[in-house]
């Protein structure tokens, strides 16, 4: 008698623009995960972490009923929960926030939760679908009919999230269940790679292929376009094995921030999950997961769900493998990138008198202080440090606290907003004081703090 059962494959990228990487992903036997984390400095990467290592749980200790929906909506609250703790603990942190996109394998269907503009997709026959709705403000145009798809693909505003894990606004994620066949794939990502490559790229790409190989290449065409955002991909396919086969569960795999040693650090009572792909400078070989006691049996979920212990050694040796091959590649794409690349490049070996003009002519609007207690600020420079020595300079605070802007200009401006000169620079900064204080009119837009969801 034969079931069925996943096989599966994660990568994650910081891309060839951001300063570090606040994605998250994980695959595990019975849980597909992909979190987005937003607010720039260190919150992004722990809000994205935080929501791993809760919904996760759900694998490491499976219901024991049937209401997975149930189970997967709690553990959205408890994300929440936990951000607003640490946000709590750090003021700081206010405005920190991450989507959340999961599968749930049910043994023949899978449940889905899915909260901000982090995507799923089924490709069946090689037909591609579109799995979750996006919760975006150009998503609500595009479903009014007051703009087209193609439209929304280069709207300025495309990345403004209507729905969003942020500790402050309760959320509620969209819940349903799907069936599964033999040779159905899923993907989760990232907007990092939806972003950049198009339905049809995305279908042509996973048509073929092993999901270790389908995920690298998946990530390596992001990089080509240029991969301004983080970039996290997980594949998965729905195979058949025996159903008598002895095979025990091996460990997940977890990337992005919730996998960096960096970011656990800073997350002491936070319990992640074990990780096939465990910390290099730890010498002890990864040891078999214990996942608790089985699921008992009912109508939705496999009590028995594994995967061949061989088969995901075989996939581990071939992620390490390829990813030492692309090391090489991917150095020299990151190398001519950018000008700003080169800049620095020409500092290093002689800071010539040309280079420090350019630096000169370059503006941009960051945050000055906490992510969410911080005041919008013009630089001058390039973002960056060169052996501990800042690219760019502080020349005018003003006095519009970040934390008062919509979600979206937030996460902008903790990211850095690249100004045309210092005109420029003056007119974005106007602009966010306008939708500053748009958000202070008694009905605020969606996407204001406080404002519902």
């Known amino acids: ?159 403004l999230l209507m729905r969003a894990l942020d500790g402050m606004n309760p959320v509620e994620p969209d819940l349903s269940v799907r069936e599964a066949r033999k040779g159905d794939r899923f993907l989760l990502c990232s907007d990092g790679l939806s972003g950049v490559l198009s339905d049809v790229e995305i279908a042509q790409t996973l048509s073929s292929g092993e999901p270790t190989g389908v995920v690298t290449r998946l990530v390596d065409l992001a990089l080509e376009r240029g991969a301004p955002d983080n970039v996290t991909v997980v594949v998965a396919d729905v195979i058949e094995r025996e159903s008598d086969e002895g095979f025990t569960l091996t460990s997940p795999v977890v990337v992005g921030a919730a996998g960096e040693p960096r970011v656990r650090l800073q997350l002491p009572n936070t319990r992640f999950p074990d990780d096939a792909q465990p910390d290099p400078n730890k010498p002890d070989a990864p040891k078999p997961f214990e996942f608790g006691t089985e699921t008992a049996p009912q109508v939705l979920i496999d009590t028995e769900l594994i995967v061949p212990a061989a088969e995901q050694a075989l996939y581990d040796r071939e992620r390490e493998s390829q990813e030492k091959a692309n090391t090489s590649a991917r150095r020299k794409r990151m190398i001519g990138y950018t000008a700003g690349v080169v800049v620095i490049a020409g500092i290093t070996f002689g800071a010539l008198f040309g280079t420090q003009q350019w630096l000169g002519t370059q503006w941009y609007v960051a945050v000055n202080g906490g992510a969410g207690t911080g005041t919008v600020s013009i630089y001058n420079g390039v973002q960056g440090t060169l052996a501990g020595m800042s690219l760019s300079t502080l020349d005018s605070q003003s006095t519009l606290i970040v934390g008062s802007l919509p979600l979206f200009d937030q996460e902008l401006v903790s990211k850095g907003i690249p100004a045309a000169g210092y005109e420029d620079a003056q007119r974005i900064v106007a602009e966010l004081e306008s939708r500053a204080a748009e958000c202070q009119t008694l009905i605020p837009p969606p996407g204001c703090p406080g404002s519902l969801q």
């Open 1 to 159: 008698m034969t079931e069925l059962s996943l096989r599966y494959a994660a990568k994650s990228d910081v891309g060839l623009v951001r300063q570090g990487n606040e994605d998250s992903g994980y695959v595990g036997p019975r849980l597909l995960l992909v979190a987005d984390g937003m607010g720039g400095h260190a919150a992004g990467e722990l809000a994205s972490a935080l929501a791993i290592a809760t919904v996760a749980d759900l694998d490491v200790h499976p219901p024991i009923d049937s209401d997975i929906l149930t189970y997967l909506s709690d553990s959205i609250d408890k994300v929440g929960e936990a951000i607003e703790e640490l946000i709590t603990e750090d003021p700081e942190l206010t405005g920190m926030g991450t989507t959340v996109t999961g599968l749930y394998w049910l043994g023949g269907r899978v449940a889905i939760v899915h909260v901000g503009d982090s995507r799923a997709y089924l490709l069946r026959d090689g037909e591609l679908q579109q799995l979750t709705h996006d919760h975006t403000y150009v998503q609500t145009l595009v479903d009014s009919g007051r703009i087209t798809e193609e439209e929304a693909a280069v709207h300025p505003r495309r990345s």
